[in-house]
């Protein structure tokens, strides 16, 4: 196991010769910042951007109560259009950055995601998902006038069509209770100790993500060591799920306030030492290994018999790694990914999964065959 120091000092090197500040918080505008980093160097942008939420008037609880709200400046824009100039300014700096394989995550609700999804299309970005973040302890809507806005909406994009970007299927999987990891997250809002307060015991930032929305999106679609870029960095939510993985980060952000939230949030967290706990799983990275490889192996024996975990269905093996089996549909011969197809009806079956044998009283996917013969590949 390479301990995780040696990664860093590796990152170190590549930092000098592309004079990246890596894990250092920027202060000032994003769009201006960004001008001054080179190009095709940053990994993975994740954008949580000003939503121009177009407040008007105060808001208050049935126990006539003020609720606070963003009602910062930096969430003030005069009209649609300067707010789209602003987002295409941003964006196209982004596009810059990004490497040709890269890609970038945005948040927002209803009132800008639709016009930052509909540019991002119009700059050449390729949209791979929305993801709905389903909050299970959104704010009531008081007035009464309208449904409880209890989601906000993520679009991942990769920097262009061809664009070879990153995903960890089986990370999420495995994340997911080993089931694929669907488009609605629910994640509840940040609260407690996790939600950074002021002096006077009020909110940091009034729009702080919960750390485990950013765990969910740098570990899908980054690797070890990549460069995460958060051009509105807020109180470092982003930075600190990405010390916490081994990724490096760079954040830009204009509020003092903010930036001292920030460092000092950061500054506390130590990174793990141990990469190989850090690193995403990639199952498809692995060696192919036929399952004929099992039976000449002696794993199974030609005639084995091997059963779905529920044993509705049963199949015997043949001496050349394909399996024979019967139902009310007929005979079936195949492999055994077709054969566990054609006997449940369904198009498609990881037949690694589906079958089972029994050993010594025990039973066990026969995907535990595969992955012995995987160990030796490795001695």
């Excluded at 990246?20 to 910042?33: Q, T």
């Excluded at 930052?116 to 949209?127: E, K, N, P, T």
Aim: aromatic share 8%; proline share 5%; hydrophobic share 35%.
């Amino acid at each position: 196991m390479i301990p995780l120091m040696k990664t860093l000092e590796k990152n170190a090197a590549k930092a000098s010769k592309h004079n990246l500040p890596r894990n250092e918080i920027l202060s000032g505008d994003c769009i201006e910042i960004m001008k001054t980093l080179p190009a095709r160097s940053i990994d993975l942008i994740f954008a949580d951007p000003p939503y121009n939420l177009q407040l008007g008037g105060d808001l208050h609880r049935p126990n006539n109560t003020r609720v606070n709200g963003v009602e910062e400046d930096w969430d003030k824009f005069s009209s649609f259009a300067e707010y789209d100039k602003f987002t295409k300014a941003w964006f196209l700096e982004a596009r810059r950055l990004l490497k040709d394989d890269g890609a970038i995550w945005v948040i927002g609700s209803y009132h800008n995601i639709f016009r930052m999804g509909a540019l991002l299309q119009d700059l050449g970005f390729w949209i791979l998902n929305d993801i709905i973040w389903r909050k299970t302890n959104p704010m009531p809507n008081f007035r009464g006038r309208r449904f409880t806005n209890a989601h906000e909406t993520m679009i991942w994009a990769a920097k262009s069509e061809s664009s070879k970007y990153r995903f960890n299927y089986d990370a999420m999987k495995a994340l997911n209770e080993d089931l694929q990891m669907r488009s609605d997250w629910t994640i509840p809002l940040c609260t407690g100790q996790e939600r950074l307060k002021n002096t006077d015991g009020g909110k940091a930032h009034p729009t702080q993500k919960p750390e485990a929305l950013l765990h969910r999106v740098i570990l899908s679609s980054t690797d070890l060591g990549d460069v995460v870029m958060d051009p509105f960095f807020g109180t470092g939510t982003t930075g600190a799920v990405a010390r916490k993985l081994g990724r490096d980060f760079i954040g830009i952000e204009r509020e003092k306030d903010y930036i001292a939230h920030a460092k000092q949030r950061i500054a506390s967290i130590k990174a793990g030492d141990d990469e190989s706990l850090l690193k995403p799983i990639e199952k498809r990275a692995e060696p192919r290994v036929p399952f004929g490889q099992v039976v000449e192996q002696g794993l199974l024996q030609p005639g084995t018999v091997l059963f779905d975990n529920t044993r509705r269905y049963s199949a015997r093996v043949r001496a050349d790694g394909n399996l024979v089996a019967r139902n009310h549909t007929g005979d079936h011969k195949g492999s055994i990914h077709k054969v566990g197809a054609a006997l449940q009806g369904l198009p498609s079956c990881n037949g690694w999964t589906f079958w089972h044998f029994e050993n010594k009283g025990k039973v066990w996917p026969i995907d535990v065959l595969r992955q012995e013969i995987r160990s030796h590949m490795h001695e």
